[in-house]
């Protein structure tokens, strides 16, 4: 499955430092909000990245999307994943409303 990784912070660190042991999973890109994590975290992995979160779900190679935003953006981020016709893996909570 082609996957792409929303949310470049330490968590990120974390997922790169245990996908090799997933290899039916190939991480397509990056996305963050932040351009400079976006490329940094892009550069030190030798990575693909994305300039938005819209440019990340036009990508027709992405199946689905790793969503490891801080909690508050986990609804947003994850209900347009979900619009744009991708699955979403999210650890945390999928909500920080219960209306959500």
């Given at each position: 499955?082609?996957?792409?990784?929303?949310?470049?912070?330490?968590?990120?660190?974390?997922?790169?430092?245990t996908l090799?042991?997933?290899?039916?999973?190939?991480?397509?890109?990056?996305?963050?909000?932040?351009?400079?994590?976006?490329?940094?975290?892009?550069?030190?992995?030798?990575l693909s990245s994305w300039a938005s979160l819209e440019d990340v779900l036009a990508?027709?190679?992405v199946e689905a999307v790793l969503n490891l935003t801080n909690p508050g953006s986990h609804y947003e981020v994850s209900k347009a994943c979900l619009e744009a016709g991708k699955h979403v893996y999210s650890e945390k909570p999928l909500a920080m409303e219960v209306a959500q």
């Open positions: 499955m082609r996957i792409a990784f929303v949310g470049c912070g330490y968590v990120a660190d974390l997922y790169m430092a090799r042991r997933h290899p039916q999973l190939e991480l397509v890109g990056v996305y963050d909000r932040d351009p400079v994590r976006t490329a940094r975290f892009a550069a030190y992995h030798a990508d027709d190679r």
